[in-house]
Nanobody, 115 residues
Framework: QVRLVESGGGLVQAGGSLRLSCVASGINFKIAPMAWYRQALGSQRDMVAHITAGGITNYTDSVKGRFTISRSWPKNTVYLQMDYLKPEDTAVYYC?????????WGQGAQVTVSS
C-alpha cells in the first residue's frame, strides 16, 4: 500500500527555516512526481511546490526564492526546505503524489511561524 510519512514540522520565528521530509513507500519512486501542499486554518489546500520524476521543479509565486523542493532517489524521500519563513506560511503541509490515477497524501505536518 502507498504510504507517505512526513516529518520536520514545528514552530519557528519569522525569518527562520524548517525542512520537511516525506518518505514514500509502496510506489515506484523513480517514476512518481511529488508535490507539497499546504492548508492554512479556514483555507483551501493549495499546492506550493512540485517536482517531476526527473527532478524538474515548480513553485507557487508566494514561495519562489524562499522554498526549495528536492528529492533523493536512493532514499525515496522528497524534501521541502523553507527559508525566510513568514507568519502567512503557517499551515499544515502535506506531501502528495499522483500515481496511476490516484492521489496519495502524507499525514500532514504543522508549520507555525510566529512574529
Amino acid at each position: 500500500q502507498v504510504r507517505l510519512v512526513e516529518s520536520g514540522g514545528g514552530l519557528v520565528q519569522a525569518g527562520g527555516s524548517l525542512r520537511l521530509s516525506c518518505v514514500a513507500s509502496g510506489i515506484n519512486f523513480k517514476i512518481a512526481p511529488m508535490a507539497w501542499y499546504r492548508q492554512a486554518l479556514g483555507s483551501q489546500r493549495d499546492m506550493v511546490a512540485h517536482i517531476t520524476a526527473g527532478g524538474i521543479t515548480n513553485y507557487t509565486d508566494s514561495v519562489k526564492g524562499r522554498f526549495t523542493i528536492s528529492r533523493s532517489w536512493p532514499k525515496n524521500t522528497v524534501y521541502l526546505q523553507m527559508d525566510y519563513l513568514k507568519p502567512e506560511d503557517t499551515a499544515v503541509y502535506y506531501c502528495n503524489t499522483n500515481y496511476y490515477g490516484r492521489s496519495w497524501w502524507g499525514q500532514g505536518a504543522q508549520v507555525t511561524v510566529s512574529s
